[in-house]
């Protein structure tokens, strides 16, 4: 019975998202709105608590903020120099096959994922490797998803991923070994979806061609 007004809280931000009543922005609003109502009824919330609540939101929005400011300097660079072209002579020169830059491309956000948090990974290389796999035929959104799937392979890959150490920091009476453990399922799992959406792109754009 602890648990009923978070189960309550996700039903309603799942369903309204799904349901197309609300976008997932909106349903975070209905979530932090509902999570607010909820600690008024039970009267948890105090004044300190509220107080922190809005520094710790200020404080993540400053940090975002920050890192969408550097990353849109960063693509207006790139497409102020010949990076994007350069790279497309290469992948020409080398005469690699679309399949294996693709694949290259997955194992470079892998690596990064063990190191960096996925807003900022994706804001920096993508300006970069758009222009290069629309080059080569590839579907737009297609690639935004396999982005999307590369990136939290990458962020739950041991030893390093970013995740790993947020559930740490959370379950600090886990050992680490044990977290490592917990994730390889998922790691396989996520590597079997992404080969089959890299062998069938179809699979990943029936939805989207419906709203066509």
């Not at 080398?94 to 994922?113: E, K």
């Not at 063990?114 to 804001?123: F, G, N, Q, V």
């Amino acid at each position: 019975k602890d648990v009923w007004a978070v189960a309550l809280l996700f039903i309603v931000v799942m369903g309204g998202i799904y349901g197309g009543v609300f976008t997932a922005t909106e349903g975070a609003g209905m979530g932090a709105f509902g999570a607010l109502c909820f600690a008024l009824t039970r009267r948890v919330l105090t004044w300190r608590t509220l107080l922190d609540a809005l520094v710790e939101s200020a404080r993540t929005t400053a940090m975002l903020f920050a890192i969408l400011t550097g990353a849109l300097m960063f693509a207006e660079f790139v497409n102020y120099t010949s990076m994007p072209g350069d790279l497309k002579n290469l992948v020409t020169t080398l005469d690699l096959s679309p399949i294996m830059v693709v694949t290259a491309i997955c194992a470079i956000y892998v690596i990064l994922g063990t190191a960096m948090e996925e807003l900022s990974m994706i804001l920096l290389t993508v300006p970069v490797f758009f222009p290069l796999v629309v080059h080569l035929g590839f579907d737009p959104i297609w690639f935004g998803i396999l982005i999307v799937v590369v990136v939290e392979i990458g962020l739950i890959s041991p030893p390093v991923g970013m995740n790993l150490f947020v559930l740490n920091a959370l379950l600090p009476h886990v050992p680490t070994r044990t977290l490592f453990h917990g994730v390889l399922p998922f790691m396989v799992a996520d590597v079997v979806r992404l080969a089959i959406l890299i062998a069938f792109p179809a699979i990943s754009l029936w939805l989207p061609s419906l709203m066509r």
